[in-house]
């Protein structure tokens, strides 16, 4: 039997609550390749019921990758609190040694001039600045191997264009960007590679028939782009293939037109 190219890896997944999501679809993709998996979600933040959130959705998830023949666990928690990240690397250290982090938990709402305020701004940050970044930090720090970490951030294309009605979100995902050309060069010395992924426009449950006719012609394939789009491209970038590429923000948008 050929082995996975991830087997025997442990990968932690932030954001993977909702089963159509990014981190949904990449969870799968990386359990595919053979990784054991901690997927870390806060059912609060996609305002579902507690019981839909901890019963249903990330129950079922945890189930069908573990149909996949890898460890899985859950880990549910709040972000946004400024020490959560030692609870997710704590929890990740108790499965085994963690060499794949995917940081894609994110915090968005639409503002523009008039709405931004301080609170708004302060919620965007906790999440999108403070959370990826200490997780990142603690990830390279209990790194324990020579080579073969992995580090992928979600971004959203800040750089390719504004945002005018989402000033916190772009203001904060965009130091997604930063912190990706910031730290190729220190996490390369401790084995690890950075990269971060743009998925454009991708329908993981938030577009509405209005704007999925809105954006389809936009898109030269002939389709809105999907969370297994985003995710193949993650899993690729865990992989060894990718043990060359660090320091890079990929746009993987289906050619969209801006």
Not at 132 to 161: D, H, P, W
Request: aromatic share 6%; glycine share 8%.
């Amino acid at each position: 039997m050929t082995q996975r190219k991830l087997q025997g890896r442990l990968a932690i997944v932030t954001g993977a609550s909702r089963r159509i999501g990014i981190g949904a679809a990449t969870c799968r993709a990386l359990a595919a390749e053979g990784a054991d998996i901690l997927m870390v979600y806060w059912s609060a933040y996609d305002q579902l019921s507690a019981a839909e959130a901890r019963t249903l959705e990330p129950l079922a998830l945890q189930q069908e990758l573990q149909a996949l023949g890898v460890r899985c666990e859950r880990l549910e928690v709040d972000l946004s609190q400024s020490t959560a990240y030692l609870e997710v690397m704590s929890a990740a250290v108790a499965l085994g040694s963690p060499s794949i982090l995917v940081n894609n938990a994110c915090y968005s709402a639409n503002d523009g001039l008039d709405a931004l305020d301080a609170d708004l701004l302060d919620r965007h940050y906790a999440i999108n600045v403070r959370a990826t970044t200490m997780l990142t930090t603690e990830f390279a720090r209990r790194f324990r191997g020579e080579s073969g970490g992995r580090v992928i951030s979600l971004t959203s294309g800040q750089s390719l264009g504004a945002m005018q009605d989402e000033i916190a979100y772009a203001l904060t995902k965009g130091t997604v960007e930063t912190l990706t050309t910031t730290l190729a060069p220190v996490l390369a010395a401790r084995g690890i590679t950075i990269n971060a992924v743009n998925p454009g426009p991708t329908d993981t449950g938030w577009m509405d028939a209005n704007l999925e006719r809105e954006l389809l012609p936009r898109f030269p394939f002939g389709r809105i782009g999907k969370p297994e789009d985003a995710a193949r491209l993650i899993a690729f970038l865990a992989s060894d293939e990718a043990q060359w590429i660090t320091g890079q923000v990929i746009h993987s948008e289906g050619a969209f037109q801006r």
